[in-house]
Each structure stands twice: as structure tokens, then as C-alpha cells.
């Protein structure tokens, strides 16, 4: 029974080089939660416009209707970015998002 040495967990390198992955993994946690959350926002504003816009609302009423959803949008995507179990995870569920939600906003955007 030969076990290999194994580093000590609480030597000041192990302890400083969990902190930095800590702190990136905040870091880009909160830049998902912000900017990717913002971006994908955008897109579920416009494509929502458009659907209501085609269901027979106003234009102008349809934008606005959006527009008012959009901070209860930005508030849910912000909510499950900090709520996934990696920083990873929240990006790829961003950018699995964001796909179809450009596809539905190339098929839905009026030629006019």
C-alpha cells in the first residue's frame, strides 16, 4: 500500500490558488449575470415585440409591452446565471438561448 504524496490543502499555495479560482468564477459569474443576462435580454425584448406585433397588438403597444417585460426577463435570467452550478454551465445556457432566440428573430423581423 504505497500512496503517493499528496499536497497539503492548507499550504499557502493550495489555499492562494483556490482563492484565485474563486474569484474567477465570480468574476465571470457576474459578468454572465450582467452582460450575457443584458444581451440575451435584447433579444427576448425584440422577439417578444415581434410575436405580440403578429398576435394583431399595436405596434408601437407591442414594443412597450416588452419593453415593460423585459426587466422581470432580466431579472429571471440574472437569478438562474447565479443559480447554476458553474460559471460554464450559465454561459453555455446563455449562448443555447441566445441561438434560438436570433433564429426566431431572423424569421419574425418584418421586411418593412
Not at 479560482?21 to 422577439?47: C, D, E, F, I, W
Not at 446565471?81 to 453555455?92: D, E, Q, W
Request: charged fraction near 10%.
Amino acid at each position: 500500500m504505497n500512496n503517493p504524496p499528496t499536497a497539503d490543502p492548507s499550504s499557502p499555495a493550495a489555499v492562494a490558488g483556490s482563492a484565485r479560482r474563486h474569484r474567477l468564477a465570480v468574476a465571470a459569474r457576474t459578468l454572465a449575470g450582467t452582460l450575457g443576462a443584458y444581451g440575451l435580454t435584447v433579444q427576448a425584448t425584440v422577439v417578444l415585440s415581434f410575436v405580440l406585433a403578429l398576435v394583431g397588438m399595436n405596434r408601437a403597444e407591442a414594443v412597450i409591452a416588452a419593453t415593460l417585460a423585459s426587466f422581470a426577463i432580466f431579472a429571471a435570467i440574472a437569478m438562474a446565471v447565479f443559480h447554476a452550478r458553474s460559471a460554464g454551465r450559465a454561459c453555455l445556457w446563455l449562448v443555447g438561448t441566445a441561438i434560438p432566440l436570433a433564429l426566431l428573430q431572423w424569421v419574425l423581423s418584418p421586411l418593412s
